[in-house]
C-alpha cells in the first residue's frame, strides 16, 4: 500500500540548532510531495511542496526540503531553530492519477531555549 | 478573503447521539475534503467533492456518517449514531483545483469530536 513515513512522532532541539525532520515514502514513481505545519489551535499549512521542478524546494519561514528519489525521501530542514518552530509537522504525498493527499503521522517538534 | 472555516470547534457527545460538522470552504473552491485525525494516529482522508458531487469516498469508516454539499458551497458530515472510536479531530479542507497538479490544501482549524 503506498504510505508515507515520518520518522520520530517527537524531535527535540536546542534553540539556534539544525532541525531536520524525516520523511520517506513508499512508491516507485515519484509523487507529489508537501510538508505542512500546524501550530497550537489553528488549523493545517501549507509549507512546501515538491511538484518535480527542483529536487531542493524552499518553503516558508526558513524551512527547506530535498527530494532525493533513490532514497524516497523528503526530509524537511531548517539551519536554526527558532522557539516560534515549535509545532507539529505533516509530511504528506498524493500519488499520480489519485486526488487524495495521504498523511504521515506527524512529528512533533520541541525547541529547547 | 477568509479562509476554511467549520463550526462546531469542540463538540461533546454521548455514544449514540447525533453530532453534525460543518464546514465552509474559501468561496470559489469547488473541491472540498473531509479528513479525520483520531489521537496519535496519521491524518485520514474521508472524502472529496467536486461541487456538490462525491468525488472519491473510499475513506469513509461505515454507513454511521454521511456528507453532504448541497448547491456546492458549503458541506455537513453528520454521524449517526456516534461510537467511542469517532472521537478525534476532523479537518476540512478546499482547494480550488484539486490535488491534481500538486494543487495546495487549505484547511480549516478542525472540528474536534469528543464521543463518551
Known amino acids: 500500500a503506498q504510505s508515507v513515513t515520518q520518522l520520530g512522532s517527537h524531535v527535540s532541539v536546542s534553540e539556534g540548532a539544525l532541525v531536520l525532520l524525516r520523511c520517506n515514502y513508499s512508491?516507485?514513481?515519484?509523487?507529489?510531495l508537501f510538508w505542512y505545519v500546524q501550530y497550537p489551535n489553528q488549523g493545517l499549512q501549507l509549507l512546501l511542496k515538491?511538484?518535480?521542478?527542483?529536487?531542493l524546494v524552499k518553503g516558508i519561514n526558513g524551512f527547506e526540503a530535498e527530494f532525493k528519489k533513490s532514497e524516497t525521501s523528503f526530509h524537511l530542514t531548517k539551519p536554526s531553530a527558532h522557539m516560534s518552530d515549535a509545532a507539529e509537522y505533516f509530511c504528506?504525498?498524493?500519488?499520480?492519477?489519485?486526488?487524495?493527499?495521504?498523511f504521515g503521522k506527524g512529528t512533533r517538534l520541541h525547541i529547547l531555549p | 478573503e477568509a479562509g476554511v472555516t467549520q463550526f462546531p470547534s469542540h463538540s461533546v457527545i454521548e455514544k449514540g447521539q447525533t453530532v453534525t460538522l460543518r464546514c465552509d470552504p474559501i468561496s470559489g473552491h469547488d473541491n472540498l475534503y473531509w479528513y479525520r485525525r483520531v489521537m496519535g494516529k496519521e491524518i485520514k482522508f474521508l472524502l472529496h467533492?467536486?461541487?456538490?458531487?462525491?468525488?472519491?469516498e473510499s475513506g469513509m469508516p461505515n454507513n454511521r456518517f454521511l456528507a453532504e454539499r448541497t448547491g456546492g458551497t458549503y458541506s455537513t458530515l453528520k454521524v449517526q449514531p456516534a461510537e467511542l472510536e469517532d472521537s478525534g479531530v476532523y479537518f476540512c479542507?478546499?482547494?480550488?483545483?484539486?490535488?491534481?497538479?500538486?494543487?495546495?490544501?487549505?484547511f480549516g482549524e478542525g472540528s474536534r469530536l469528543t464521543v463518551l
Open positions: 515538491y511538484t518535480s521542478a527542483a529536487t
Open positions: 512508491s516507485s514513481v515519484p509523487p507529489y
Open positions: 479542507a478546499s482547494s480550488q483545483d484539486g490535488t491534481s497538479g500538486a494543487g495546495e490544501l487549505f
Open positions: 467533492f467536486v461541487k456538490e458531487s462525491k468525488q472519491d
Open positions: 504528506a504525498v498524493r500519488y499520480y492519477r489519485d486526488d487524495k493527499i495521504i
